[in-house]
């Protein structure tokens, strides 16, 4: 019984410790650096998230206070209405896959693939309804958003919070 006393008064002072220092150092950021979203000719889509996160996110990610790729996985699911397969999460990267998430049709002999408009406007306002929100910055504006097709057409956006469909045509 005295071990698993002394573990979760361990766990305690480490989550105390955390808390005073997310109470005592206040705007913490969480930045999406990149989006790196390449298509199969399917419209399955590998999607990269690149993001830095301050000494204090790590700390909380590492000590399971925060899970941030099961909340980039549930953002996904709920902003394309598909399932969501997480491949991998590292301290600055998660990557995920989505069965159809661009639409494909053939017309003419071409292929025409559209891909879903995407917004992280949600993303912030689920971030508002924490309570450390007035805590933490974030910028979930990915610096650079890339949509690979399988043809390599790329289209890019700088800094935006709202990413229009792109529909793209290939032989």
Not at 112 to 127: G, Y
């Amino acid at each position: 019984m005295a071990p698993v006393n002394q573990m979760i008064t361990k766990r305690l002072f480490i989550t105390s410790i955390v808390l005073f220092c997310l109470l005592a150092v206040p705007g913490q950021a969480m930045t999406a650096e990149s989006l790196d979203i390449r298509l199969d000719d399917q419209g399955r889509a590998q999607i990269t998230f690149d993001y830095s996160l301050s000494f204090f996110e790590n700390l909380a990610v590492f000590l399971r206070i925060a899970d941030p790729a099961q909340e980039l996985k549930s953002a996904l699911e709920s902003n394309f209405g598909k399932p969501v397969q997480v491949i991998s999460v590292s301290n600055g990267q998660a990557v995920f896959t989505v069965d159809q998430f661009a639409s494909v049709r053939d017309q003419d002999g071409q292929t025409i693939m559209r891909t879903p408009a995407m917004s992280f406007l949600e993303a912030e306002k689920v971030l508002k309804s924490y309570w450390f929100a007035p805590l933490v910055k974030a910028d979930f504006s990915p610096s650079v958003t890339t949509v690979t097709f399988p043809d390599g057409y790329r289209a890019q956006f700088s800094d935006q919070i709202e990413i229009p469909p792109v529909t793209h045509r290939y032989p």
